[in-house]
């Protein structure tokens, strides 16, 4: 995991490679800013240092959008920055203050005065700071006042594919399209929760499942249906099936999030297990009895595992 830090805990270190933004799901459009990091600082020998903020600046911008879905918490945008090579996921309270804050401010007070700062990588359309009037230009004239180069990460680097969080948000929210966001991420949309207690019906017709607790409230949930996931228990990954619903056959009422696991039998209450999402198989039905329902998730078991088959997944 790419070292997750705090503005109060980070060392300034004068050769570092920096880049800023929220980059909620770190999809396609920001790897290649951050793998065009990641090569700068490797070149200059230096350290790579992301800035995102918490919570989404949206919250606080805009109190209409308070209640905005993650598509990545920020333990999980480390993880896969690590994967492209980031050093550190430095993280700033965004709070109406800090928003007030020039975009020269920002990069003369807290870029290059506590974080330090050799390269500032900026995206081709980038803007940021107070009003988010921070620009390229801006970014030019400091580093030559202060000392640092710039590199703008073009579109042609970036792809001519118009890619948004807020697609992406819509597409599993709305559509279940699960394999859209693969395409849109570039990796299988993630999901980490606690395994809490269930009625543990499932086991008794032969599907036991592991409930989950998203472990950040506002975390995009796909759209009910069941699913062909992928899960991770500690360093080991399995396959299997989720349902997101509320369980019509046995009259359910709240959302519940539930993964049964092929083959396992283990116990993992209260641990935090990963599920990677691959495919979805189908729509939340309700089903006449036990036996129906049985029926179908043989069926959905079969589906799935033609799915693993077809991705090649590990």
């Known amino acids: 995991m790419a070292k997750l830090l705090h503005l109060e805990n980070i060392e300034r270190v004068e050769n570092s490679v ?3 933004g929220t980059f909620d799901g770190v999809h396609e459009g920001h790897r290649a800013l ?10 200059r020998n230096a350290r790579s240092v992301v800035v995102t903020f918490d ?3 949206r919250e606080i911008l805009d109190p209409n959008n308070n209640k905005i879905r993650l598509l990545t918490t920020l333990k999980e945008r480390a993880e ?3 994967e492209l090579g980031v050093d550190v996921l430095l993280v700033i309270p965004f709070t109406r203050d800090f928003s007030l804050l020039s975009s020269e401010d920002f990069v003369r007070d807290v870029v290059h005065k506590k974080i330090g700062v050799s390269e500032f990588v900026i995206g081709y359309d980038h803007h940021f700071g107070k009003d988010r009037t921070g620009t390229i230009e801006t970014i030019e ?24 969080s807020t697609i992406i948000r819509k597409e599993l929210s709305e559509n279940g399209d699960v ?4 395409r849109l991420l570039g990796r299988h949309y993630l999901l980490n929760g606690v395994v809490i207690h269930g009625d543990e019906r499932g086991r008794t017709i032969g599907f036991p499942t592991a409930n989950l607790k998203p472990e950040h409230a506002r975390k995009v949930i796909p759209k009910k249906g069941v699913y062909a996931v992928k899960v991770r228990v500690g360093d080991d990954w399995f396959g299997g099936m989720m349902n997101i619903g509320v369980r019509p056959t046995f009259e359910g009422t709240s959302n519940t999030l539930e993964v049964h696991i ?14 990677r ?3 979805r198989l189908r729509d939340e039905k309700k089903f006449a009895g036990a036996e129906e329902l049985v029926n179908q998730l043989n069926k959905d078991k079969r589906e799935a595992l033609r799915a693993f088959d077809l991705k090649n997944e590990r």
């Open 34 to 43: 951050m793998k065009m990091l990641a090569k700068k600082a490797e070149e």
């Open 55 to 57: 919570p989404h600046p």
């Open 179 to 182: 394999e859209q966001a693969f």
């Open 141 to 164: 004239k400091l580093g030559t006042e202060l000392g640092f180069s710039s590199y703008v990460v073009s579109k042609r680097e970036m792809g001519n594919v118009t890619i948004s």
């Open 262 to 275: 092929f083959d396992f039998d283990q116990m993992i209450y209260g641990q935090t297990i990963q599920i």
């Open 80 to 82: 896969i920055l690590e």
């Open 18 to 20: 920096v880049t800023v």
């Open 277 to 279: 999402f691959l495919t």
